[in-house]
């Protein structure tokens, strides 16, 4: 599963205006934000978080070799530890990219802290962010089994959070427009190659040209890319390291 890295890399050329700022609400940003009690958006920002990050953890609790009960508990404990004890103060931008920190974390705690939320466990939820944990195992299942490191599944489930969070935004920037159908035929068009794409077969379930398909299909990269380096921007340091995170997410998804 990959998306084109030639699509995903290449650099704006088209006039529309991104529909949303480069530094959007999410990841360096909500972790800002959720530093700041004073703030009425912090608990928030504290939500959004954990429900953007849950998975990609629990892959790496599961690869760790605990249990699926056992990888609940930890994960649902860890984002409960987070809030009890605002370890997300600690994160400091300038250091590099959030995933980084955020594994790192977990790390600790599971090398620190894991002997306490097994004592607690089960003992109530304490943590105020509700994780559809009911649905992780299912999709733990659905990954290949493979020989793939307990960092590099959670770097795989992050890339694929990240390629998910972009098609879903992109998803309902077309259905605002109305063009809902127009999006959910022409996405396959983000996979593979251009030269490849059946233009022709598209227009006629369209009711469109193949010419007014390929135009189409250029936006629909155009807003993509734009929206893909956005999301990722929010995850590093600064602007100038997009590109290094977006191959390096890349050569995760390829692996």
Request: aromatic share 8%.
């Amino acid at each position: 599963m990959s998306i084109s890295t030639q699509t995903a890399s290449a650099g704006t050329t088209g006039k529309e205006a991104p529909r949303h700022p480069v530094f959007a609400t999410t990841h360096w940003s909500l972790v800002l934000s959720a530093c700041d009690k004073s703030s009425p958006q912090s608990a928030e920002a504290l939500e959004k978080l954990c429900r953007a990050c849950w998975y990609p953890l629990y892959a790496y609790v599961r690869r760790r070799g605990y249990s699926p009960e056992d990888a609940q508990d930890l994960t649902q404990e860890f984002f409960a530890r987070l809030l009890e004890k605002n370890w997300i103060a600690h994160a400091d931008q300038s250091r590099g990219r959030f995933r980084s920190f955020l594994l790192l974390v977990m790390k600790r705690f599971l090398a620190v802290e894991w002997h306490k939320a097994r004592a607690q466990k089960r003992e109530g939820n304490r943590c105020c962010v509700p994780l559809p944990l009911d649905t992780a195992e299912t999709r733990y299942a659905n990954e290949p089994a493979g020989t793939a490191t307990p960092e590099q599944a959670f770097e795989k489930q992050w890339a694929l959070t990240l390629l998910e969070t972009v098609l879903g935004r992109l998803r309902a920037d077309y259905e605002q427009d109305g063009k809902g159908t127009l999006f959910a035929t022409l996405k396959p068009c983000l996979l593979g190659r251009r030269e490849s794409q059946p233009y022709a077969e598209l227009g006629a379930a369209l009711e469109m040209s193949e010419g007014a398909v390929k135009v189409a299909v250029h936006r629909l990269r155009e807003r993509y890319r734009e929206r893909l380096k956005a999301e990722i921007a929010n995850t590093v340091a600064s602007p100038a390291d997009v590109d290094a995170e977006l191959r390096h997410l890349f050569r995760v998804l390829a692996r």
